[in-house]
């Protein structure tokens, strides 16, 4: 199947659908036009299990060869950790660029989930980046070594973080101070 037939975004969503069932949470479909040809561009959004998130960057790798990974975000959600991975596939094809953003929540309780370096060997980076700023565990990472925070930055304070494993007790209010 990999790489033979261009999907539609209707065909990609099925396909997670029909494959992961009740674990695909969530799906929406963005179209938008730009440029002053007003080509389309999609965005498929996909809010997965955590127990189905490494077959589905798998079942993804199925549709196209080589999906391209941009970036993993973050988010700190109160009582979760989202963490979304930015993929495009058919990047090769003139204006036929296709975005499929794929969204997991991790319980702030235990923040882990498998790598996908196995997969798609340059989310070393991204995936580093949300161990250091966001305190997930990456489970599998072939490098955990810090690369954003320098050695010395606080074990267990993460950057991104909103409650109190956050930066805060190490800002200081500058305008608090007494002369």
């Given amino acids: 199947m990999a790489d033979k037939k261009r999907f539609t975004p209707e065909e990609i969503v099925k396909s997670f659908k029909d494959e992961f069932k009740a674990k695909i949470k969530n799906t929406r479909i963005e179209r938008r036009t ?7 561009f999609v965005h498929i959004w996909m809010k997965v299990d955590k127990s189905i998130f490494k077959d589905s960057v798998k079942h993804l790798a199925t549709l196209q060869k080589y999906p391209h990974l ?9 009582k979760t950790i ?6 495009s596939i058919y990047y090769g094809v ?9 969204s997991v929540e991790l319980p702030k309780s235990k923040p882990e989930i498998e790598t996908i370096c196995d997969i798609i ?31 010395d930055f606080p074990e267990g304070v993460y950057p991104w973080r909103k409650d109190e494993t ?3 007790k190490l800002i200081r209010n500058l305008h608090e101070v007494k002369k």
């Fill in 166 to 168: 956050g930066p805060q």
């Fill in 121 to 151: 060997p340059g989310a070393l980076i991204t995936e580093r980046e949300k161990q250091e700023m966001l305190g997930v565990t990456i489970k599998g990472i072939p490098d955990s070594r810090r690369v954003f925070l320098t050695d």
């Fill in 94 to 102: 003139p204006l036929g660029e296709i975005s499929i953003n794929i």
């Fill in 34 to 40: 730009k440029g002053p040809s007003k080509h389309e």
């Fill in 82 to 87: 989202e963490l979304i991975y930015h993929f």
């Fill in 70 to 78: 941009a970036v993993a975000s973050g988010n700190d959600l109160g």
